[in-house]
């Protein structure tokens, strides 16, 4: 008798119920998060594809010309940073047969799968933690209100630069600072998949709540849902097939492959994953990190000049080092020292680079302003100038 056409027999079979059950799990709690952000559809890279994170500046020239006079052109120029590398990487978990027989199929098996799902989930995310602290809009607020709605502030109005549309704002928080902004009152906390976050909290779609290993008490850290990329290797991929490394995945969008084998010389249940996986800000300089400073005071610089390499220029040396890579040296040069507050706006003065050579007169006093992206002093100090004569 013919065989019914499409009939599945058993040498179709090649996965397992618990490699379908790993892989869905693991893609509906990403699905679940990616919707909380707002992320869209994620992004499916090559191996070896590099990241990188951009970041726009430029000056605005002035607008005040007469008449006739050719306008200044403003230069404004996007620039990138290498960020990180698509790679896959690789993990295995073994569970032996003495393990399943004393505790059961259920606990020596069935419960490690749960915790090698969610360190899998906890390696990608943490990563992402520790990148948005290193976001290039930072500033410092003296309350736990304005850093919230400070954070939120910028990083629309940064958007609003770049000619571009913030729909909703994500941010992220310490859990013990929001619990004790918020006291008593009355909202409520959702948690899903390990991930504690508010919804509609002060303006922001979504607030996530960290501990402390992943954002510090006192910092608030936001950036709009467009500036947010999920980039994946898909583990599937055909040449890993060929080479006989056949995984389990799930749906169109494959984050992670997952295979079970039992290994009979040692009596172990081994299982085997892969992924290729990174959530990414694409403009750093539009991730806000704002610190809390309840008494903020104007720090010292310690300034040295002395004669620069060409005619006229002087060579500045600043101590201590900028208190963050993300902070900016603003200086101006007159006959005496100008007075400089904390928080003051220095955006008129003069940017150096904090190596180059500088042109002001001999003898005249400069003074340096260490501010943070908003252009808020933060440190300043000054010197008499020694020029090259």
Known sequence: MAVPKNLIKSDDINVTAREIDFVTRFARNWEHLREIMGIMRPIRKAPGAVLKSKYAEGTLQSGTVGEGETIPYSRFLVKEKTYAEITVEKYAKAVSLE?????GYDNAVQKTDDEFLYQLQTLVTDRFYKYLNTGALASTETTYQMALAMAKGRVENKFKEMHRTATAIVGFANILDVYEYIGAANITVQNQFGFNYVKDFMG???????????IPRGRVIATPTENINLYYVDPSDSDFARAGLVYTTDGETN???????????????VSFAIMGMTLFAEYIDAVAVIDVDSTPSLGTLTVNSVAGTASGDTKLTVSPAKEKATNIYKYKAAASAPTVTYGQNVRAWSTWDGTSDLTIANGQKVTVVECDSTFKALNAGNTTVTAHT
């Open 99 to 103: 393990a399943i027989k004393d505790h």
């Open 255 to 269: 984050l992670i492959g997952f295979h079970v084998e039992g290994n009979y010389y040692n009596a172990t249940s």
């Open 204 to 214: 922001y779609g979504t607030l996530f709540l960290l501990a402390e290993n992943e």
